[in-house]
């Protein structure tokens, strides 16, 4: 009788925390048309707000949004002919199942990609947290993966692990990195990496290549990748992810009550806490929105630069790799491969217009003007361009749907980010490597629960964008 008032009393809880969130496009003729629904940071973009042209010439932007939201809206642009707000009438097959046990057996089972399997072969359901550390435990005791604990726990006490394939105990041999599930609702992030580097030790071990849908690879290709030395922490955001495995929430931010202690006041968005303009108040336009700091916001960027131990672990691997070059963060659900930067819009002329330089603090994050474009050298903007286009051509040669590379910014800006941290290190701090880096946005826009056969098709999509994203940075340079 107890027990069952406590679960009643929890499920309350757990349906007043949680508002259902429903996929909503929203179109204009311009992306300006958005730039006040953009800034709201009460509404959920998804991954970044991103607006994409369309077919009939307009622009749409995607969003999770409330049924009070979408009225809200509705009624605000009413008035407004050129807006539209439509709810996504998609009817979508039942979602990929969440695995129960442990299908690699406290760390004995080698898991096995699909890279090395017969074509159509698929994987039943996605990694629950504890499969994740007993597949790369299997890795490392099976397949000669060597795996490290990494320094801060996160809030909820979970201990933090990555593992480094392909060059030995030499840790200044790694030169790719590689982390996963930093948004906890992005679904499959884990998996994707963990089978690929299944993948590359399988493949290795017994000489032969890799298939994935259309797109082959050789075994030389396979040994050249893994000499490149690879560094993957593959389950950034455990707490995160717990939570929205057992809720189906939507739930993208760790678990971190300092700022909050209830539903959306809980957690803050890892993908916004690194220390590249942090603090966005003080070195953006007021009229961008890169993050937030409101922490029932889904972007709230926490109480510090790197405030979060997910971040400072995140951090924690350039300075144990110091020859990482090249970094990707694997996100969804979008279908894009973007690079460098996200602030603002790239220029190669002035190189003293950058992110360290306090005389164009306030005016940082308006796309399309003049007043403000973050400095790349040409070279590096040719290189980083170069590398997203050879991983968003694999990703389609596999042969089941179309993907895009752009810059990182788009139409609206972002601060803290992984990746434009990881490319600001270079400027920022005193003997940092200079790493290029990308974001991987796999999956269909704000579909972040995938069926199993799009759970599957992600698998073949980002392993092959993995292998050409190599393959092209070790075309264009490791040291
Ligand atoms: C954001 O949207 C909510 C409704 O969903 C509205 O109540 C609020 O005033 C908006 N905030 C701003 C700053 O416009
Ligand atoms: C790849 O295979 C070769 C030959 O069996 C072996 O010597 C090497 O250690 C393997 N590399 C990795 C990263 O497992
Ligand atoms: C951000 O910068 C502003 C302006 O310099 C400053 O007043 C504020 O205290 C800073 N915020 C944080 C959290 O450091
Ligand atoms: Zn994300």
């Not at 499920?11 to 048309?33: D, N, S, Y």
């Not at 009460?42 to 607006?51: L, S, V, W």
């Not at 796999?442 to 629960?449: E, H, V």
């Not at 980002?462 to 040291?479: R, S």
Request: net charge neutral; with cysteine; charged share 20%.
């Amino acid at each position: 009788m107890m027990k069952q008032s406590l679960i009643a009393s929890l499920a309350l809880q757990l349906t007043v925390a949680v508002a259902e969130l429903l996929p909503v496009q929203i179109r204009a003729p311009t992306p300006l048309h958005f730039r006040d629904i953009v800034a709201n940071d009460t509404y959920d973009f998804g991954c970044r707000a991103q607006a994409r042209p369309t077919d009939d010439g307009q622009f749409e932007l995607r969003a999770l949004l409330t049924r009070d939201q979408i009225d809200y809206l509705t009624e605000e642009y009413r008035s407004v002919d050129v807006i539209s707000i439509r709810e996504s009438v998609v009817k979508r097959a039942t979602t990929a199942p969440i695995g129960s046990g442990d299908r690699f057996k406290s760390g004995t089972v080698t898991p096995v990609g699909l890279g090395t399997q017969t074509s159509g072969s698929t994987i039943a359901s996605i990694m629950n947290v504890a499969e994740i550390s007993s597949a790369v435990n299997a890795l490392v005791a099976n397949a000669g993966a060597i795996s490290f604990t990494l320094p801060y726990k996160t809030f909820n006490g979970a201990t933090q692990f990555a593992f480094q394939i392909g060059a030995g105990s030499d840790t200044s041999k790694y030169h790719l990195y590689l982390s996963a599930g930093v948004h906890a609702r992005e679904r499959g992030g884990p998996d994707n990496v963990v089978y690929w580097a299944a993948d590359l030790l399988a493949a290795n071990k017994s000489g032969s290549g890799l298939t994935y849908g259309k797109k082959t690879y050789t075994n030389a290709q396979v040994q050249t990748v893994l000499n490149a030395g690879i560094v993957i922490f593959p389950l950034v955001n455990p707490d995160g992810v717990t939570y929205d495995q057992s809720s189906s929430s939507l739930w993208r931010k760790n678990r971190n009550t300092k700022s909050g202690s209830s539903g959306s006041s809980i957690g803050v968005d890892i993908n916004r806490n690194f220390d590249f303009l942090w603090n966005f108040s003080k070195y953006f336009s007021s009229s961008a929105s890169p993050a937030s700091s409101s922490p029932s916001s889904e972007t709230f960027y926490g109480t510090a630069a790197a405030s979060e131990s997910e971040t400072k672990n995140h951090v924690s691997i350039y300075d144990k790799f110091p020859k990482i070059r090249w970094f990707m963060d694997v996100h969804s659900a979008a279908g894009d491969i973007l690079y460098s930067w996200g602030d603002d819009d790239n220029q190669a002329t002035t190189s003293t217009m950058n992110f360290l330089n306090s005389a164009y603090d306030g005016k940082r994050g308006i796309t399309g003007d003049t007043t403000y474009k973050e400095y790349i050298p040409s070279t590096d903007a040719t290189n980083i361009k170069k590398v997203a286009d050879a991983t968003v051509a694999a990703m389609k040669a596999v042969g089941s749907r179309s993907y895009v590379s752009q810059q990182s910014v788009g139409l609206y800006p972002t601060s803290g980010a992984s990746d434009d941290y990881a490319f600001s290190r270079f400027w920022a701090k005193s003997g940092a490597n200079k790493v290029y880096a990308y974001t991987m946005e796999f999956g269909y826009s704000t579909n972040f629960y995938p069926t199993l056969t799009e759970f599957n098709q992600n698998i073949l999509d980002t392993n092959a964008g993995f292998m050409d994203w190599a393959l092209a940075a070790i075309g264009v340079g490791l040291e």
